[in-house]
């Protein structure tokens, strides 16, 4: 794109937004193809940061050094810019279309922008990994909460992209504090297994996949602190996927007996913040 400069790849870039926004609204609103036409608002939305980007660095807001495609590989404070356009953008087209799948897109977003607002809110680029972690951590629990919220009031699929990019987000926070400490890691499993609580009790597989996958890697950590340097070593690993999946096995096989199990056993005070079934 760089090689049309900033007016050409304006020019470009809001030809294409409009061009499939316009065929959206004709999909969806006349032609009365729903999914299609709201596919087509994705396509939209999707090009909203390289519009805001063309217009910025038309006006020289950008460093010379900087290319559209360094928005996916370098945390900057500007950056957060696009981010915002394209929520603005993309949360009218949501209300229009009920759409969930566009909140992919604003998910997507909001996980960038937990790592672009940090220079922004400490007023320097230089900041250690610990401080972006506890960013981090506070930036995913709130759009888990947010994706709670959207589940208990519009369901499950329009929740799932957010509590996705909230789980991502959230342990990204955590990964930092991965090392051989005996203490963290056990703090680490606990929350990994809290997960898959989580999981059973809002009917959602996401924190069961984020769960799992937090488990298998304490028990790899555990594996080699154990069996370092031994030729045993592989066959610990061998003997953790093989106890996970059969887990997994056993729960698909029994979950409604869990979730029925879990129900009955529910506090009412519980049971009230438990989405329901249907949703």
């Known amino acids: ?37 709201s596919l087509l608002f994705c396509v939209a939305i999707a090009v909203v940061p390289l519009v805001v980007y063309s217009i910025l660095k038309l006006y020289n807001f950008w460093p010379n050094q900087h290319e559209y495609r360094d928005f996916y590989i370098w945390i900057k404070g500007r950056w957060i810019i696009l981010e915002i356009c ?7 087209l949501l209300l229009k279309t009920k759409f969930p799948f566009i909140l992919f897109l604003i998910g997507f977003c909001l996980y960038f922008m937990s790592m672009d607002i940090v220079p922004i809110i400490f007023g320097e680029n ?5 401080t972006r972690a506890h960013v981090s951590k506070v ?51 606990v929350i990994h297994i809290l997960m898959l609580l989580l999981a059973v009790f809002l009917r959602q597989p996401v924190f069961m996949v984020f769960g799992v996958v937090g488990i298998s890697e304490f028990l790899s950590r555990v594996s080699y ?55």
Request: positive net charge.
């Open 1 to 37: 794109w760089q090689v049309f400069g900033a007016g050409g790849l304006l020019v470009v870039s809001l030809a294409y937004f409009i061009i499939f926004l316009g065929a959206a609204f004709i999909v969806h609103d006349r032609l009365k193809l729903k999914m299609e036409g």
């Open 86 to 92: 394209t929520i603005a953008v993309a949360l009218p």
């Open 126 to 130: 230089n900041i250690s990994w610990t």
């Open 139 to 189: 930036f995913g629990a709130a759009m888990l909460l947010t994706a709670y919220i959207v589940h208990l009031l519009k369901g499950r699929a329009f929740a799932f992209w957010l509590y996705l990019f909230g789980l991502m987000t959230l342990l990204s926070g955590f990964s930092v504090f991965y090392n051989d400490d005996t203490l963290q890691l056990i703090v680490l499993l």
């Open 225 to 279: 602190i154990w069996f370092k340097d031994s030729p045993l070593f592989p066959f610990s690993l061998t003997l953790v996927g093989v106890a996970l999946l059969a887990c997994g096995i056993v729960y698909q096989k029994h979950s409604k007996k869990i979730d029925t199990v879990l129900s009955s056993h529910t506090p009412s005070f519980l049971a009230a913040l438990r989405p329901r079934e249907d949703v």
